[in-house]
């Protein structure tokens, strides 16, 4: 089984902290993008059973119904798609129509992925979003309505910093079953990259991040960002966070598959020409693969099983990172109960330092 994941690299306006790959558009996802997807799908030669597809970007929701027909006609043609698929697209609720939800549900999305970031009118024209407060909460009424399974994008750290916590109320409102809310970055490269100095500091970021575990009632966190009623925990991230396979499409887009990461070419023009041609390949050794497979576990509460780890590679969990597992869990990050290691509150806040101690670890 492996996940499918769609990049569709458009968006209506540009939002000066994105650091994502994706161009300003004004109508619709372009035919001769589709026709590029739908011949990259065509050639494909991985693994054929899928039982996640995720539409992310870019806008999603600016793909036509008929083109989102297309694409998924390619994916059902050249995949076995699990009955239990999990289908989830990212939308702008600036996009959302009770029209357009009824063409998803009909095509058959049943997860949709609001990226609403913030209730709070200052907060969204900080952030240079298109959408304004009231569309926000318009767009969570029809897609709460519409959609069993959606998930709420939030962000902490845009200013006003103190209109966050009447977000969080705000979004208990709405009973979302998953919420993923990220601290706001400003990435070199980015308009935000020459703002940097208005970013919160430290103890002001570790706050907000406590303070949206608080608020999030009746939801786990299930991983450093993301929050889940039980059962709602997203399938295909998940994949990402085991480690596991998948398969990319479109420009940008990576894939997992057979030890090998891979892009896509990230200029659109470069893509349309030779779709599914790639601009890098990996071929990560054994022990890449060990390393990143504990350090992405790590981001979960579950955390990593040593039976897992064992059955996945055939060695021991102990005898490959006892010393340095054992050492973090000295420094507080992580907790072995049984024999499982997962991260602990301070483990969650500071979960960068378990990856940066994972990766200078010494092979055995
Ligand atoms: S809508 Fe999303 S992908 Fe597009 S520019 Fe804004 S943050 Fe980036």
């Given at each position: ?64 119904p008929?083109?989102l027909a ?31 939800l009824d063409h998803w549900k009909a095509l058959g999305v ?255």
């Open positions: 089984m492996t996940g499918i994941y769609i990049h569709v690299p458009f968006c209506r306006t540009i939002c000066p902290y994105c650091d994502f790959v994706k161009r300003p558009i004004k109508g619709a996802a372009p035919d001769e993008f589709i026709h590029a997807l739908a011949r990259e799908i065509e050639t494909y030669d991985g693994d054929r059973h899928a039982e996640t597809i995720f539409f992310g970007g870019g806008t999603p929701s600016l793909l036509a008929k083109s297309a694409i998924l006609d390619a994916l059902h043609l050249k995949f076995r798609i699990a009955s239990e698929v999990e289908l989830t697209l990212e939308a702008n609720p600036d996009d959302i129509t009770q029209d357009l049943n997860r949709v992925s609001l990226g609403v970031q913030s209730f709070d009118q200052e907060a969204l024209r900080y952030l240079g979003r298109r959408h304004d407060a009231d569309g926000a909460r318009r767009a969570c009424g029809l897609v709460a309505a519409s959609f069993p399974n959606w998930n709420m994008d939030l962000m902490f750290g845009p200013h006003p910093v103190t209109a966050y916590p009447a977000t969080l109320a705000e979004c208990a409102t709405f009973a979302p079953p998953h919420v993923s809310a990220y601290g706001l970055t400003y990435e070199a490269g980015t308009p935000f990259g020459k703002r940097s100095h208005e970013a919160i500091d430290e103890d002001t970021y570790l706050r907000l991040y406590a303070l949206t575990g608080e608020s999030l009632r009746g939801l786990d966190r299930y991983e450093v960002s993301n929050y889940a009623r039980p059962g709602f925990e997203c399938r295909h991230n998940l994949r990402y966070w085991h480690n596991d396979t998948y398969a990319g499409f479109g420009p940008a887009a990576y894939s997992f598959l057979e030890g090998v990461r891979a892009r896509n070419h990230v200029k659109l023009e470069e893509y349309l020409a030779n779709p599914g041609g790639k601009c890098e390949a990996l071929n990560l050794t054994r022990r890449e693969v060990q390393v990143e497979t504990v350090i992405q576990y790590l981001r979960l509460r579950e955390g990593l099983p040593a039976i897992a780890y064992e059955r996945r590679f055939g060695t021991s969990l102990l005898a490959d990172f006892g010393g340095v597992l054992r050492a973090l869990v000295g420094r507080g990050l992580l907790e072995e109960v049984g024999h499982v290691f997962r991260p602990t509150a301070a483990g969650f806040e500071l979960n960068n330092e378990i990856g940066l101690a994972l990766v200078d670890a010494p092979a055995r």
